[in-house]
């Protein structure tokens, strides 16, 4: 069984900084592409990041590029969101995904 569980979340001041940890269990985490997604209050899911398995190529939304960092440590089966220069606009929960399968998610919210 997937088993993904984040955390890191927090209050924070725009401008600062928080990361997210998402530890996954029940599948071969080194074999898996990885993503994070938020869902905004009153709003759809967004993708905000992934990572691939092969070469660790990542991508992200142009929302967060150059703000946030997607990492990986497959030997602790750990994906991490690094986050900086946060907007009260990141304000959501924040999962870590993969394929159609997310975990339960951890509140960032950034106050102005």
């Known amino acids: 069984e997937v088993q993904l569980v984040e955390s890191g979340g927090g209050l924070v001041q725009a401008g600062g900084s928080l990361r997210l940890s998402c530890a996954a269990s029940?599948?071969?985490?080194?074999?898996?592409?990885m993503d994070w997604v938020r869902q905004a209050p009153g709003k759809g899911l967004e993708w905000v990041s992934s990572?691939?398995?092969?070469?660790?190529?990542?991508t992200y939304a142009d929302s967060v590029k150059g703000r946030f960092t997607i990492s990986r440590d497959n030997a602790k089966k750990t994906l991490y969101l690094q986050m900086n220069s946060l907007k009260p606009e990141d304000t959501a929960v924040y999962y870590c995904?993969?394929?159609?399968?997310r975990g339960q998610g951890t509140q960032v919210t950034v106050s102005s």
């Open positions: 029940g599948f071969t985490f080194s074999s898996a592409a």
């Open positions: 990572i691939d398995v092969w070469d660790w190529s990542t």
């Open positions: 995904a993969k394929d159609n399968q």
